[in-house]
């Protein structure tokens, strides 16, 4: 029997998928895995996309039943922190961390405690630094878009936290964008700082497949 992969996370997972057809994944790193695997392991794994752009870690808790637990995933993947980010900056003035950390562990907890045997690995948040992102957030003046960037390392550090609390397999996609990123200009990899261009995709699809390796 096949075994059902399932990438979950915001808009870096969710990339326009389909959402009345699974086999259209989206354009970034969940379409380049699942070709690679697909081609690799033919009818072996089955893919399932259910990122959804916008969502915190609170929003994916919210939909655990239709999203995850019934799906009974085998293997499920996870990227979720830049919109906590955001969000704490815009509402609650930052440094909101503790309580990000607090919430993604009860979501890893309540999802292990349903489904024991499933395989999960975490990716952390990033952001690419660039005239492009200054320039997308500049419309919100309540940002204060330098110690924003600052903060993405509590956030990483958050998430590197909770896949050690559970034993989970974790990858810092940032020190890895921060390398290409001397390669090529941010604009090469990225449009806003935040979202990716197939080039950036490629570094996660990357580091998916890594993780991948240990679990599988």
Not at 101 to 124: A, Q, V
Not at 127 to 133: I, R, Y
């Amino acid at each position: 029997m096949a075994k059902l992969i399932l990438f979950q996370g915001d808009s870096i997972t969710d990339c326009k998928r389909n959402r009345e057809d699974d086999r259209f994944t989206g354009s970034g790193y969940a379409t380049i895995v699942s070709g690679r695997l697909g081609l690799e392991y033919p009818g072996e794994y089955i893919f399932k996309n259910r990122g959804i752009g916008g969502n915190k870690v609170t929003d994916i808790y919210a939909r655990i039943g239709p999203d995850i637990l019934d799906l009974k995933p085998d293997y499920m993947s996870l990227i979720v922190g830049i919109n906590d980010l955001f969000r704490d900056h815009l509402f609650c003035g930052g440094q909101r961390a503790e309580r990000f950390e607090r919430d993604y562990s009860n979501l890893i907890e309540s999802i292990l405690c349903e489904l024991p045997n499933l395989k999960i690995f975490l990716m952390s948040p990033f952001v690419l630094p660039c005239d492009a992102f200054y320039e997308e957030y500049k419309q919100y003046e309540e940002l204060n878009l330098p110690q924003l960037i600052s903060d993405i390392s509590l956030y990483r550090e958050a998430t590197k936290n909770v896949a050690a609390r559970f034993s989970l397999p974790h990858a810092d996609l940032q020190p890895k964008l921060d390398k290409a990123i001397k390669l090529a200009p941010a604009e090469f990899w990225t449009p806003d700082g935040v979202h990716l261009y197939p080039s950036g995709h490629e570094i996660i699809a990357s580091e998916w497949l890594r993780l991948f390796e240990q679990v599988k």
